[in-house]
């Protein structure tokens, strides 16, 4: 009987969303660019205010952790942990990727007019710059069959899949895959993206099991070291 707050920010999308038992209660959620900073604290003070809810009621807080944006990470596992120290209640990390993949295989009806069967694969993909991106591969029942990596796509990406299955691609970063990705089983849906309702089942589930971060020591998991690019005024002074 877990009340947790869900926090997702790892991509441009800046989403909260309020869950008991596994299943969704309220959500607030912006697609409007990579202004977490300004708009994450707003939208879970907001939740609670508008739906009269005393954030002392919460059981836990369920940030994504990764992989996506740095910047974006930083800022969800920053508020999440700050939280979790006022209200003296545990931090539950979830992967990203992993919560794309199940919650859309699982919930696929939600999203497109394509059946279910055991040929269909699920594809998430977060944008990591030019031709990468993050992902992974998941079966029709939501299991993972192809580990969270960083992949450069090509036109031969995921070919060995693709010769069997149909997969079924989406997230931020797929929509720069479709001249790339032209096999006859790939399957791309429009502007589906990461969203903290996506996590609301894992959260529950770790919950339930005491799978709980060590709030002083967690980081977001980058999967790629983070560079800094100089200014190219900076290298003319």
């Known amino acids: 009987?877990?009340?947790?707050?869900n926090i997702e920010t790892s991509t441009e999308v800046?989403?909260?969303?309020?869950?008991?038992?596994?299943?969704?209660?309220?959500?607030?959620?912006?697609?409007?660019?990579?202004?977490?900073s300004e708009l994450l604290t707003v939208f879970i003070e907001g939740l609670f205010l508008e739906k009269n809810i005393k954030m002392s009621s919460l059981d836990a807080i369920a940030v994504s952790k990764?992989?996506?944006?740095?910047?974006?990470?930083?800022?969800?596992?920053?508020?999440?942990?700050g939280l979790c120290?006022?209200?003296?209640?545990?931090l539950i990390g979830i992967g990203t990727i992993d919560a794309m993949g199940i919650f859309t295989a699982q919930n696929l009806g939600q999203f497109s007019d394509i059946r279910l069967n055991e040929n269909l694969l699920f594809c998430p993909m977060i944008d990591a710059r030019r031709m990468?991106?993050?992902?992974?591969?998941?079966?029709?029942?939501?299991?993972?069959?192809?580990s969270v990596s960083a992949e450069i796509i090509n036109a031969d990406s995921f070919s060995n899949y693709?010769?069997?299955?149909?997969?079924?691609?989406?997230?931020?970063?797929?929509?720069?895959?479709?001249k790339q990705l032209t096999h006859p089983n790939t399957v791309f849906e429009g502007p589906l993206k990461a969203s903290a309702r996506f996590m609301q089942?894992?959260?529950?589930?770790?919950?339930?099991?005491?799978?709980?971060?060590?709030?002083?020591?967690?980081?977001?998991?980058?999967?790629?070291?983070?560079?800094?690019?100089?200014?190219?005024?900076?290298?003319?002074?």
């Open 1 to 5: 009987m877990a009340l947790i707050l």
């Open 85 to 90: 120290y006022a209200l003296e209640i545990p």
């Open 162 to 178: 693709l010769a069997k299955n149909k997969i079924f691609f989406f997230g931020n970063g797929a929509e720069k895959c479709k």
């Open 14 to 36: 800046c989403s909260v969303a309020l869950s008991k038992n596994g299943t969704l209660l309220f959500e607030k959620e912006s697609h409007e660019g990579l202004n977490h």
């Open 201 to 237: 089942k894992l959260a529950e589930e770790k919950f339930k099991k005491n799978k709980f971060e060590d709030i002083a020591y967690f980081e977001p998991f980058y999967l790629k070291n983070f560079i800094a690019t100089i200014p190219k005024n900076k290298l003319t002074q």
């Open 66 to 81: 990764g992989p996506g944006s740095y910047t974006g990470l930083r800022i969800g596992v920053s508020v999440a942990k």
């Open 132 to 146: 990468e991106v993050y992902t992974a591969l998941y079966n029709y029942k939501g299991e993972r069959i192809k």
